[in-house]
């Protein structure tokens, strides 16, 4: 499971001081962003050079309870379903040992150069699959 902590900040919030719905779907892209670049570095220069993303082609959420400002969180993410051009990854939002969200994103392997989804290629399907399983 790769992990990241997040502290809710002010511009995350409406006036009550929750934060907005679409709030955590920021989030869950930085901590899979993160967890890329710590296995393959800067994004951006990876796509730019092999031509291939991913982009999420269906979300599933789970808003469990309120979230707010001040709140220190942390994103788990973990790999499901992978599968050869696609796989589905679970996040788990909690407050301290509170679940306060989880979610289902399916990403699609991409390749920006020729336009078309493509099979994910070994290296990468293992890094994927590392990521592991829920704890």
């Given at each position: 499971?790769?992990?990241?902590?997040?502290?809710?900040r002010?511009?995350?919030?409406d006036?009550?001081?929750q934060?907005?719905?679409?709030?955590?779907?920021?989030?869950?892209?930085?901590?899979?962003?993160?967890?890329?670049?710590?296995?393959?570095?800067?994004?951006?220069?990876?796509?730019?050079?092999?031509?291939?993303?991913?982009?999420?082609?269906?979300?599933?959420?789970?808003?469990?309870?309120?979230?707010?400002?001040g709140?220190k969180?942390?994103?788990?993410?973990?790999?499901k379903?992978?599968?050869?051009v696609?796989?589905?990854?679970?996040?788990t939002?909690?407050?301290?040992?509170?679940?306060?969200l989880?979610?289902?994103?399916?990403?699609?392997c991409?390749?920006?150069?020729?336009?078309?989804?493509?099979?994910?290629?070994?290296?990468?399907?293992?890094h994927?699959?590392?990521?592991?399983?829920?704890?």
């Amino acid at each position: 499971m790769y992990k990241m902590p997040l502290e809710v900040r002010l511009s995350d919030t409406d006036v009550t001081g929750q934060v907005y719905y679409s709030k955590p779907l920021e989030w869950m892209e930085w901590c899979r962003v993160g967890w890329f670049q710590e296995k393959y570095g800067n994004f951006m220069k990876h796509v730019e050079n092999t031509g291939i993303t991913f982009f999420p082609s269906k979300v599933s959420i789970d808003y469990r309870k309120p979230i707010f400002f001040g709140d220190k969180l942390e994103i788990g993410m973990i790999s499901k379903d992978l599968k050869k051009v696609s796989f589905t990854l679970g996040y788990t939002i909690k407050r301290q040992e509170e679940v306060v969200l989880t979610a289902d994103i399916v990403m699609a392997c991409f390749d920006t150069k020729s336009k078309r989804l493509v099979k994910i290629e070994g290296g990468m399907m293992e890094h994927i699959n590392g990521i592991g399983q829920a704890v």
